[in-house]
């Protein structure tokens, strides 16, 4: 008896699963990217140090019973600054979260091993919407390992965008299906949900690629309605955006309403201004230059890679189908503005459209061309001569990983040194846009007290007589004893902030400062004096967490009543 040859789909079909595939493939790609830190060390980019000191310090306070921490404990040598109020969470959590579980010469490996992988599935489950399922997976692959995470992972050293990047490929596909350009099949209600949550994961990851990805997907739901004359898809783009700004307002709202209390115009300070950082700018500082250029080139080959798998996907070309066809004129559109924003012509879009100059650095776009790229780049691979695009890309970033590798900063003690700084009480260094108004936080002493006691008038000499017992000192608690004989002024370890509430003996006052710092100090009679002060919970923060809640129930709704919506992110 002959058996038949199996069925052509049958031929073609893998002993494993794509998508399990894309994973496997996309854990691969993300530990050969770390390779260098095991003989080398840690990539000490430039916001190595911020990150690592925000994942201790959060750990620190978890240990303290602290859930969601706001104040920080060891910033500013001891004093605090109100970081975790304006930094999303995502990222300093899952840092967190590392720093307890591993030793810490890992958690930054394991951090970028962890997120790139999650990039490549987010790719893969964007690309194989509009190509096959073994091109999605080089288009995955390219993702990876492109020179915008090539940049982060070794001379930026910016987890927060990093992480914020890899939901970028879910974003844009769930924005290309809400505007009924990813398939026929109309949107259903529930896909405005499906594209708020990706969204809101942005926003908790990094404000800039959050700015970038609002900018994004309002150009992108624009064209989409202007090509399609319809109303429908701006207003369902515009309902998606607002319910992916309310899922992420617990941090957003409190970050917007509290800036009136923070130098936070120093995140536009010197060296930071989009004018600045343009392609291939030069500046009076060489080393900003040298960096400047370094991400110029990554941006450059970016777009380079970009045009050219454009132009040989064909996607273009007369009988393509006309949804995948308007999909890809409208990957053209978005990838080609990006683009241009990173060129100085466009200054005067920086300079004018809200909040785009706290992007800082034009190069950034490079988080969308990457996406993109992945999707032009599996289109090609598609194509006759796949050998060659896949050739190419190699040629493309292993120079490119080899220069960027041998242009940054590598340590191992790196982290045990951030480590110590809490277990030795020294402490990191405070954030300029995060210190609070009045107060320079490089005036602040590196070896202050937690309590020391000062005369009534700063122009007395004697030294008051008192005692003073500090009973609890925690990040967001902290309670001290006075038992004076004269009156006296107590200077706590801590800046003044408005959301401390202070109480001396049950009643509620109002904290003085010294005169060089805003450090928080605290009068009091002769006597004995209990001194409380509390971190509490602002207004704004609960109307954050209040429309946090209200928008999650209306994703719930939204799915409850829209279950078809469930093959969202299967294959067509």
Known sequence: MTIPPPAPAEQDRPPIPFWLLALFVSLILSVLLVLPFFWLGSASGHDFEFHAASWYD?????????VYPRWTAWTNHGFGEPR?????????MLGATLTLLLPGIAVPVVFIVLTQTFAGLSAFALIRRFTSDRAALFGAAFYVINPNALLLTYIRSDFAEQLACAFFPLLLLAALRLAGLSDDRPPRPAHIALFAIPFAAVWLSNAPAAVIASYSMGLLFAWAALVQRSLGILVRGLSGLALGVGLAAVYIVPAAY????????????????????????????????????IASDCALALMFFFAITALASRRFAPGVDGRARQSFVALLVLGACASLLTLRITLPLW???PKLRFVQFPWR??????????????????????????????????PLAAFLVNETWWDF????TQQAAIRNGTGYEGTDEYDPKGDDHLDLPADSPLARLLPENAAETPHPRAQVEVRRWSTERKDIRVDARDSARIALRVLNY?????????????????????QMVIPVAPGISDIRVRFARTPDQTAGMLLSLASALIVATLFSVDLRAAPFFRAP
């Not at 975790?84 to 300093?92: K, R």
């Not at 691979?381 to 040629?395: G, N």
């Not at 408005?498 to 805003?518: C, M, T, Y």
């Open 84 to 92: 975790f109020i304006f930094y999303p969470p995502l990222s300093w």
């Open 498 to 518: 408005p959301a401390w509430r202070v109480e001396v003996n049950g009643r509620q006052v109002v904290p003085e400062r010294l005169d060089d710092v805003n």
């Open 351 to 353: 300079t004018y459209l």
């Open 58 to 66: 959060a750990a620190f306070q978890w240990k303290e019973g602290v």
């Open 365 to 398: 776009w490079m988080s969308v061309i990457a996406v993109v790229s992945s999707c032009f780049f599996a289109a090609a691979l598609e194509k006759r001569r796949a050998a060659i695009w896949f050739t190419l890309f190699v040629l493309l970033s292993v």
């Open 258 to 293: 509290e800036q009136r209390w923070v130098n936070i115009g120093q995140a536009l300070s010197s060296g930071l201004l989009p004018s600045q950082n343009f392609l291939f700018t030069v500046t009076e500082d060489p080393e900003h230059t040298w960096f400047n250029w």
């Open 413 to 416: 003690d790196e982290m045990p």
